[in-house]
Structures are given as C-alpha cells and as structure tokens.
C-alpha cells in the first residue's frame, strides 16, 4: 500500500513525499535488497514491528547508502543512522516499534535528531 508524506512534525520538515509499508516477514526481510537507488528516493520504507525491541538491519545486496530512523511506539526517534553503507548489519542500541529507511541525507536535511516526533 502506497500513502503520502513522513513529517518531522518537531521541526515541520518533509522526510519522504511517499511511503511504504514493510508490515510482513517477507517485506522486512527483503527490504530494499536488488532495488535500484532510485526505488528508495521514490518510496520510503515503514518497518512495523510486532514488538518493541532492538531490531537489527542489514544491508546485503543493497548497493546505495541509505540513512535509518529507528521509532518508539508514540514515533519519536530513538536512535538513527544517516549513512547506513551496503553490506552492512547495524545493531541499534534502542528498542524500536518502527524503522524508517529513507535517501541518504535525508536525516541532515530535515534536521531530524533523537527525541523527535515523526508522523504519516
């Protein structure tokens, strides 16, 4: 399901025009692996998870950096990683109930910072 616009609402900036939901094993799984750059600038990806918990990512087969916004239940930032490199597994030290992966550079130029609240 495609739906509009990921708001930083703290500091009134655009994340994404466009989003995506990752809401199933399969989705989660695969994420943006053999995707070009180009499907990421397009749609933002929404990870829901089950549970809040510290979520790993891993970056095989995905060959763009992309930057990562981890949620709590109430979508405040909690943790992120504005350069996410291919190949790589990150392990946040927060637990998170969602994940936002989104273009490279979008963490800097919407000024998103821990303790932000997020919107879609």
């Keep these: 399901m495609t739906c509009f ?3 930083n609402i ?3 900036t655009v994340l994404a025009e466009r989003k995506k939901f990752c809401d199933s ?3 989660q799984l695969s994420g943006l692996m053999f995707r070009p750059e180009k499907y990421v600038k397009k749609h ?6 089950n549970r809040v918990a ?4 891993h970056m095989f087969f995905v060959f763009y950096p992309i930057d990562i916004i981890f949620l709590d239940e109430k979508k405040c930032v909690v943790e992120f990683n504005d350069c996410f490199m291919p190949f790589e597994v990150y392990h946040p030290k927060s637990k998170a109930k969602y994940a936002l992966e ?4 979008t963490i800097s130029s919407s000024y998103t910072e821990v303790g932000d609240h997020i919107s879609w």
Aim: charged share 15%.
């Design 5 to 7: 616009m990921i708001l």
């Design 10 to 12: 703290t500091k009134q």
């Design 25 to 27: 094993f399969w989705k």
């Design 44 to 49: 933002s990806l929404i990870f829901k998870f």
């Design 54 to 57: 510290r979520q790993p990512f």
């Design 102 to 105: 989104l273009p490279t550079g």
